[in-house]
């Protein structure tokens, strides 16, 4: 399976826009790329995917690189509710099926 | 709907007795997944279902695990005999076959002392 690389966390003001970065170099043709966060003390939640194109839904925003190396996820108005770490995952659905590699992922912190 | 639902949320156990976890996945979703999550691993996938058959279970870490999926309303993780190094966050989640999101449940966390 690709690899993918956060940053440990970082830090946002509140209802400030968030760009939460991803390496991917590896990505392969296939592979898409999911968002899941995890708040504290719960099972992590699906925040958004995609292949190539940007994508948007009421969560967030996705950024492609146009090479696909990079992705970037982007919460428009950040809220001490989005507090949480979140995982950047590639899932090449196609050879890996449904099989789901969790990283380290970035500990986003939130500041009133 | 309820959401993925597990029991217990909590479980203490001495070290050698049998613990088992128990998921009932979203109505619908055929698929299932069980991971465990701990500050040293983070977050592992131990095995996987489709229709209630087990498709990858490579993650499960050795012969103590088990895991059944009778039916597609039901399954259990089954760890024989525990020991301290299994304390851990146990998630069950499920998917329907044609999405890509993953319902995560609200975690077991089992503690082996």
């Known amino acids: 399976d690709a690899k993918t690389t956060q940053p440990n966390s970082m830090e946002s003001n509140e209802e400030e826009p968030v760009h939460l970065p991803c390496n991917h170099s590896?990505?392969?043709?296939?592979?898409?790329i999911h968002w899941y966060r995890q708040l504290p003390s719960q099972g992590p939640e699906y925040v958004i995917h995609?292949?190539?194109s940007n994508v948007n839904n009421r969560m967030a925003s996705l950024a492609i690189a146009e090479d696909r190396k990079s992705s970037t996820l982007i919460l428009h108005r950040a809220t001490l509710r989005d507090a949480a770490v979140y995982y950047c995952?590639?899932?090449?659905?196609?050879?890996?099926?449904?099989?789901?590699?969790f990283g380290a992922g970035t500990r986003l912190f939130v500041k009133a | 709907d309820a959401g993925v639902i597990q029991s217990p949320r909590h479980e203490v156990t001495e070290m050698g007795q049998e613990v088992t976890l128990r998921c009932k996945p979203i109505?619908?979703?055929?698929?299932l997944f069980w991971y465990r999550q701990t500050m040293m691993r983070g977050l592992e996938l131990l095995i996987y279902?489709?229709?209630?058959?087990?498709?990858?279970d490579s993650g499960m870490p050795e012969d103590r695990f088990s895991a059944k999926m009778p039916n597609a309303s039901f399954s259990t993780l089954k760890i024989q005999p525990s020991e301290p190094r299994d304390s851990a966050v146990y998630f069950c989640?499920?998917?329907?076959?044609?999405?890509?999101?993953?319902?995560f449940g609200p975690g077991t966390r089992l503690t082996v002392t």
């Open positions: 989640a499920s998917s329907p076959g044609t999405s890509h999101e993953q319902y």
């Open positions: 590896t990505i392969s043709g296939t592979d898409y």
């Open positions: 995609g292949l190539t």
């Open positions: 995952i590639l899932r090449d659905v196609y050879t890996g099926g449904f099989k789901t590699i």
């Open positions: 109505s619908g979703h055929d698929y």
């Open positions: 279902f489709n229709n209630n058959v087990p498709i990858d």
